[in-house]
């Protein structure tokens, strides 16, 4: 049997293909789809409420933004222990890929792997897997890169209210990169889901397919009909109605 392409391993056919690209294609364009089907992701919806949030503490003396400092704080931390944890994950998969030929041979004793699954297709999983937690990882940083981006811009808002043009500008803005950061953060973490559909590669195409799309599945059905994006959808709409 060959490949669909000269350079691939004697057993990559198009399923296993189309699995590979369900994978990053979900992944990609998780947020594009959840616009064409819904209201957008909860991140999005609550940008407005970051919004309100930063734009109503400015006026309030410096002293008494010790409240915001805890907030950031927390989302700070977050992202450093998942960024920390992708870290381990990353080193332990790219020394296992040393010794790559050898857990193959440890996988042919298991019957819930791909039994006719050659070693360079195990490879190639092994490979993609350890890029998904890498670019996990990229994404974690990023966000702390942004949240670092995001006390610059806080610590600047002026002392006064949110009446000039100017200062209406700048929590606009502050309030942007803040959202931009959690947004990273989200892709990280979306990841992991997408990396435990990229594990049912060594049991099969089919198999992948089908864990992909219900791991898919189970993320919109948080961000669309979950009580919490109820809830959430809920308060931005009263904020809205608010605001008029």
């Known amino acids: 049997m060959s490949g669909p392409l000269p350079y691939l391993p004697l057993d990559m056919g198009w399923p296993n293909l189309l699995a590979i690209a369900l994978i990053f294609g979900l992944w990609g364009l998780y947020t594009p789809i959840l616009k064409l089907i819904g209201k957008g992701s909860l991140n ?4 407005d409420v970051r919004l309100r949030w930063l ?4 006026g309030i003396h410096r002293e008494h933004r ?5 907030l ?3 989302i700070s931390n977050s992202i450093s222990y998942f960024g920390s ?3 381990l994950v990353l080193a332990g998969l790219v020394g296992s890929l040393v010794n790559v030929s050898r857990i193959y041979q440890v996988t042919r004793d298991l019957s819930f792997f791909d039994q006719g699954m050659t070693a360079e297709s195990f490879t190639l999983y092994f490979a993609l897997l350890t890029l998904i937690m890498a670019l996990c990882f990229f994404a974690f940083t990023y966000a702390l890169r942004k949240m670092a981006y995001t006390f610059a811009l806080l610590g ?3 002392a006064s209210p949110a009446h000039s043009e100017e200062t209406r500008i700048m929590g606009e803005q502050a309030a942007i990169v803040l959202t931009e950061a959690v947004r990273s953060i989200n892709n990280g973490i979306r990841g992991f889901y997408y990396a435990i559909a990229a594990l049912f590669l ?8 089908a864990a992909t799309i219900t791991i898919t599945a189970i993320l ?7 009580p919490t994006a109820r809830a959430i959808a809920t308060y931005v709409a009263a904020l809205k109605r608010l605001g008029s």
């Not at 734009?55 to 400015?58: G, P, V």
């Open 220 to 226: 919109y059905y948080r961000q669309m009909l979950s």
């Open 44 to 47: 999005s919806q609550l940008h």
């Open 66 to 70: 010790v409240f915001d400092a805890i």
């Open 202 to 209: 060594f049991s099969g195409p089919y198999v992948c397919i």
């Open 85 to 87: 944890a992708t870290l």
């Open 156 to 158: 600047g808002l002026q």
């Open 72 to 74: 950031l704080g927390h």
């Open 55 to 58: 734009q109503m503490h400015q």
